[in-house]
C-alpha cells in the first residue's frame, strides 16, 4: 500500500517540543506555564485525532524528515498500529497536565517548571515512536525518551533520587546501544533498508537468512528494548518509584513502558513477521518466557505494603501481555495484546492517580495504614476499584476485553500453558488489588484518622482520576475504536 504525504505527522511530533520551549520561556508565571502545555498537549491530540478518518479508511500517511543514506531515512508515518498508541498517550497527557498541576502545587514541589519541560520532552519522544516509519527513527526516539524522563526519575535530587535515576539510564540506555543499536546494523547490512513492512505477515529479511541470525536478533531486540519491563531487565521501573507520582503515572500508563512494548511488538510484527517467527518457531517460546515475568511480578507485588511498589510491579506483570498476545501470532491474541496497550493506559494511569491523591490527602503511602480511607475519599477509591477491575480483567471495564481476546488467542494457538498462566495471573491480580479497595472502605480508621478525618484531594486530582476510571468502563461497553485499528493490522 502506498503511503500517502502528510504533514500533520510532522506537525503532531513537533507540538509538545514547541510545548516545552513554551513551558521553559514562562516558567516564573505558573498559570501561563501550565496553559502553555495544556495547549501543546490539546494540539497535539487534535492533529493526532484529526488522522482517524484516513488511517480508518485503510490509508498510511507519511512524512520524510530527511535521508541520510539509501534506504535510511528519519520518517514518519501513521497507520493502524501507531494510532493505537498515539491516541492513547496524546489524549491522557491532556488529563495528565490537569492532575500534575494539582499535585505539585498540592505538595509545593520545587522546580515544576524543570518537571514540566521534561514532561513535554517525553511526550515528543513518545509520539514520535509511536509514528516512526522505520527502525532507525524508532530508536532516535526512544533514546530521546529515555534521556528526557532522567530529570524527572531524579527530580527529588536526594541520593534515592539520583540512584533511582542511575538504574533507570544503566538499563535503559545500556541495553538499547547494547542490544537493539548492532542488531539495527545488522538488519541494513542485510537488507539495505531499515523501513518497517507494510503488512505483519512478510517481514524485511531477506528469505535466505538463516535461522541462528534470525533468532539472535530477535533475542537482541526483544531484550534490548527493556522499557518493556521483561525480566531479569526490569529493575529500573521498581527504581523509578522514587519520582513524584506524575511521573511514575507518565512512566507507567502514558509513556516510557508504552514506548517500550510498541517498539517491541512493532519490530517483532513489521521487522520479522509473523510468517517468519512462525516458521523459526519464535512465537511461543516468546510467550512462555514473558509468562515468567507475568507471574513472578504478579507475586512479588503480593509482598509489597507500598502503594506505588506494589503498583510497579503490577505493570512489569502487565506489560507482558501485550508481548505474550503478539507471541501466540493468532489474530485474537495479537488483538488483544495491541488493544492492551491502549485498555492498559487508562486503568494503569487511574491506579497511580489515586495512589498520588491519597498521598497528597493523608501523606501516607503504605497500604496497611489505608485503612478506612475510602469512606472519607470514595471518589479517590471508587476509581481505584474500578481501575482494579480492569487490571484483574473483570467486566465490564476495559482490561476484560484486552483478557478475553487473549484467552482467544491461546485458545487458537492451542496452549493450554498459557490458558493457565492467564487465569493464574488473574487469580494474582485479584490477590493484590482486592485488599487495597476492602481495606480502604471496610477497614477500622486508625484512632488518629478517625480524630482528624482526612478528605479527597483538590479537584484538580480528583477530577482527572475519576475521568480515567469512567473512560476505563466506556472502552469496556464500547471497545470498537482501538479494535476497530487492532483488527485492521492483521492480514
Given at each position: 500500500?502506498?503511503?500517502?504525504?502528510?504533514?500533520?505527522?510532522?506537525?503532531?511530533?513537533?507540538?509538545?517540543?514547541?510545548?516545552?520551549?513554551?513551558?521553559?520561556?514562562?516558567?516564573?508565571?505558573?498559570?501561563?506555564?501550565?496553559?502553555?502545555?495544556?495547549?501543546?498537549?490539546?494540539?497535539?491530540?487534535?492533529?493526532?485525532?484529526?488522522?482517524?478518518?484516513?488511517?480508518?479508511?485503510?490509508?498510511?500517511l507519511s512524512w520524510t524528515v530527511f535521508r541520510?543514506?539509501?534506504?535510511?531515512?528519519?520518517?514518519?508515518?501513521?497507520?493502524?498500529?501507531?494510532?493505537?498508541?498515539?491516541?492513547?498517550?496524546?489524549?491522557?497527557?491532556?488529563?495528565?497536565?490537569?492532575?500534575?498541576?494539582?499535585?505539585?502545587?498540592?505538595?509545593?514541589?520545587?522546580?515544576?517548571?524543570?518537571?514540566?519541560?521534561?514532561?513535554?520532552?517525553?511526550?515528543?519522544?513518545?509520539?514520535?515512536?509511536?509514528?516512526?516509519?522505520?527502525?532507525?527513527?524508532?530508536?532516535?526516539?526512544?533514546?530521546?525518551?529515555?534521556?528526557?524522563?532522567?530529570?524527572?526519575?531524579?527530580?527529588?535530587?536526594?541520593?534515592?533520587?539520583?540512584?533511582?535515576?542511575?538504574?533507570?539510564?544503566?538499563?535503559?540506555?545500556?541495553?538499547?546501544?547494547?542490544?537493539?543499536?548492532?542488531?539495527?546494523?545488522?538488519?541494513?547490512?542485510l537488507t539495505g533498508t531499515l523501513d518497517f513492512?507494510?503488512?505483519?505477515?512478510?517481514?524485511?529479511?531477506?528469505?535466505?537468512?538463516?535461522?541462528?541470525?534470525?533468532?539472535?536478533?530477535?533475542?537482541?531486540?526483544?531484550?534490548?528494548?527493556?522499557?518493556?519491563?521483561?525480566?531479569?531487565?526490569?529493575?529500573?521501573?521498581?527504581?523509578?518509584?522514587?519520582?513524584?507520582?506524575?511521573?511514575?503515572?507518565?512512566?507507567?500508563?502514558?509513556?516510557?513502558?508504552?514506548?517500550?512494548?510498541?517498539?517491541?511488538?512493532?519490530?517483532?510484527?513489521?521487522?520479522?513477521?509473523?510468517?517468519?517467527?512462525?516458521?523459526?518457531?519464535?512465537?511461543?517460546?516468546?510467550?512462555?518466557?514473558?509468562?515468567?515475568?507475568?507471574?513472578?511480578?504478579?507475586?512479588?507485588?503480593?509482598?509489597?505494603?507500598?502503594?506505588?511498589?506494589?503498583?510497579?510491579?503490577?505493570?512489569?506483570?502487565?506489560?507482558?501481555?501485550?508481548?505474550?498476545?503478539?507471541?501466540?501470532?493468532?489474530?485474537?491474541?495479537?488483538?488483544?495484546?495491541?488493544?492492551?496497550?491502549?485498555?492498559?493506559?487508562?486503568?494503569?494511569?487511574?491506579?497511580?492517580?489515586?495512589?498520588?491523591?491519597?498521598?497528597?490527602?493523608?501523606?501516607?503511602?503504605?497500604?496497611?495504614?489505608?485503612?478506612?480511607?475510602?469512606?472519607?475519599?470514595?471518589?479517590?477509591?471508587?476509581?481505584?476499584?474500578?481501575?482494579?477491575?480492569?487490571?484483574?480483567?473483570?467486566?465490564?471495564?476495559?482490561?476484560?476485553?484486552?483478557?478475553?481476546?487473549?484467552?482467544?488467542?491461546?485458545?487458537?494457538?492451542?496452549?493450554?500453558?498459557?490458558?493457565?498462566?492467564?487465569?493464574?495471573?488473574?487469580?494474582?491480580?485479584?490477590?493484590?488489588?482486592?485488599?487495597?479497595?476492602?481495606?480502604?472502605?471496610?477497614?477500622?480508621?486508625?484512632?488518629?484518622?478517625?480524630?482528624?478525618?482526612?478528605?479527597?484531594?483538590?479537584?484538580?486530582?480528583?477530577?482527572?482520576?475519576?475521568?480515567?476510571?469512567?473512560?476505563?468502563?466506556?472502552?469496556?461497553?464500547?471497545?470498537?475504536?482501538?479494535?476497530?485499528?487492532?483488527?485492521?493490522?492483521?492480514?
Open positions: 500500500m502506498e503511503s500517502v504525504p502528510d504533514i500533520r505527522l510532522l506537525l503532531a511530533v513537533l507540538a509538545p517540543l514547541v510545548g516545552a520551549g513554551a513551558v521553559m520561556a514562562t516558567g516564573r508565571r505558573p498559570n501561563l506555564r501550565e496553559g502553555c502545555s495544556l495547549a501543546a498537549a490539546v494540539t497535539l491530540f487534535a492533529l493526532t485525532a484529526s488522522l482517524v478518518p484516513e488511517v480508518q479508511a485503510g490509508k498510511t541520510l543514506l539509501p534506504g535510511l531515512t528519519v520518517s514518519l508515518r501513521a497507520d493502524a498500529m501507531s494510532m493505537v498508541f498515539a491516541l492513547s498517550a496524546s489524549f491522557l497527557w491532556i488529563v495528565a497536565v490537569f492532575y500534575s498541576a494539582g499535585y505539585m502545587r498540592g505538595l509545593q514541589e520545587h522546580a515544576q517548571t524543570r518537571f514540566n519541560t521534561c514532561f513535554a520532552l517525553a511526550l515528543f519522544g513518545a509520539i514520535g515512536c509511536a509514528f516512526a516509519d522505520n527502525l532507525l527513527t524508532l530508536y532516535l526516539f526512544y533514546e530521546i525518551v529515555s534521556v528526557c524522563t532522567y530529570p524527572l526519575v531524579a527530580h527529588h535530587q536526594d541520593a534515592e533520587g539520583y540512584e533511582g535515576g542511575r538504574k533507570y539510564m544503566t538499563y535503559l540506555t545500556a541495553t538499547a546501544k547494547g542490544l537493539v543499536l548492532p542488531a539495527m546494523v545488522l538488519i541494513y547490512v513492512a507494510q503488512d505483519i505477515r512478510s517481514g524485511i529479511l531477506p528469505a535466505d537468512c538463516g535461522r541462528a541470525v534470525v533468532t539472535g536478533l530477535y533475542i537482541a531486540c526483544l531484550l534490548g528494548f527493556a522499557k518493556n519491563g521483561i525480566m531479569p531487565f526490569h529493575h529500573w521501573l521498581p527504581g523509578a518509584m522514587v519520582a513524584p507520582t506524575p511521573v511514575s503515572a507518565l512512566l507507567h500508563a502514558v509513556a516510557v513502558v508504552k514506548v517500550g512494548v510498541f517498539s517491541t511488538v512493532r519490530v517483532m510484527l513489521y521487522v520479522f513477521g509473523v510468517d517468519r517467527m512462525e516458521a523459526f518457531n519464535l512465537g511461543l517460546p516468546t510467550a512462555y518466557f514473558v509468562s515468567i515475568t507475568i507471574l513472578v511480578a504478579s507475586v512479588i507485588a503480593l509482598t509489597k505494603d507500598n502503594l506505588k511498589a506494589r503498583l510497579a510491579y503490577s505493570t512489569v506483570s502487565q506489560l507482558s501481555y501485550v508481548i505474550l498476545g503478539v507471541a501466540l501470532l493468532k489474530p485474537a491474541g495479537i488483538l488483544g495484546g495491541v488493544v492492551h496497550i491502549a485498555n492498559h493506559a487508562f486503568s494503569k494511569i487511574t491506579l497511580f492517580f489515586c495512589a498520588g491523591a491519597i498521598y497528597v490527602a493523608t501523606h501516607k503511602k503504605n497500604i496497611s495504614e489505608m485503612s478506612g480511607l475510602g469512606r472519607v475519599m470514595p471518589f479517590t477509591f471508587g476509581a481505584f476499584a474500578v481501575a482494579s477491575l480492569s487490571m484483574i480483567g473483570a467486566p465490564p471495564v476495559a482490561g476484560f476485553v484486552s483478557k478475553w481476546y487473549l484467552l482467544n488467542g491461546a485458545w487458537d494457538a492451542g496452549s493450554t500453558g498459557i490458558l493457565v498462566v492467564l487465569l493464574a495471573s488473574t487469580l494474582l491480580n485479584a490477590a493484590y488489588f482486592v485488599p487495597v479497595v476492602y481495606r480502604g472502605f471496610f477497614g477500622a480508621a486508625s484512632p488518629e484518622d478517625a480524630a482528624h478525618p482526612h478528605g479527597e484531594a483538590s479537584a484538580a486530582m480528583v477530577i482527572p482520576l475519576t475521568l480515567t476510571a469512567a473512560i476505563s468502563v466506556v472502552i469496556g461497553f464500547y471497545p470498537d475504536l482501538f479494535v476497530q485499528f487492532a483488527k485492521a493490522i492483521l492480514p
